[in-house]
Nanobody
């Protein structure tokens, strides 16, 4: 069955960096777009970034553009999110999710575009 397992979360000072990983299994990883979302306490789940099948196209929320980088290694079935210049507003549970299947486009930004989710990894940035 499809499984997505996030790791790499933690607590950092504002301005710090973290790299999240998402290990995928149970399907052909390179056939799907992949995305990252986050959810802070009391708030709705928010889209962060999406990456196309071969990693050649990426999309970012305005709130993270220029600070976060989404990437993937299809040989390792792993999705990444490099986060830099972290701010307290970035504090949330971060989730990876499986997006549309090839050849659909990867401009996917809402939860309904994604069908499988990981359990999440907590990121805390303190001032």
């Amino acid at each position: 069955q499809v499984q997505l397992v996030e790791s790499g979360g933690g607590s950092v000072q504002a301005g710090g960096s973290l790299r999240l990983s998402c290990a995928a299994s149970g399907y052909t990883f390179s056939n799907n777009c992949m995305g990252w979302f986050r959810q802070a306490p009391g708030k709705e789940r928010e889209w962060v970034a999406t990456i196309a099948y071969n990693g050649g196209i990426t999309y970012y929320a305005d709130s993270v553009k220029g600070r976060f980088t989404i990437s993937r290694d299809n040989a390792k079935n792993t999705l990444y999110l490099q986060m830099s210049s972290l701010e307290p507003e970035d504090t949330a549970m971060y989730y990876c999710a499986r997006g549309p299947l090839y050849p659909r486009g990867c401009r996917a930004t809402v939860t309904g575009d994604f069908d499988y989710w990981g359990q999440g990894t907590q990121v805390t940035a303190s001032s």
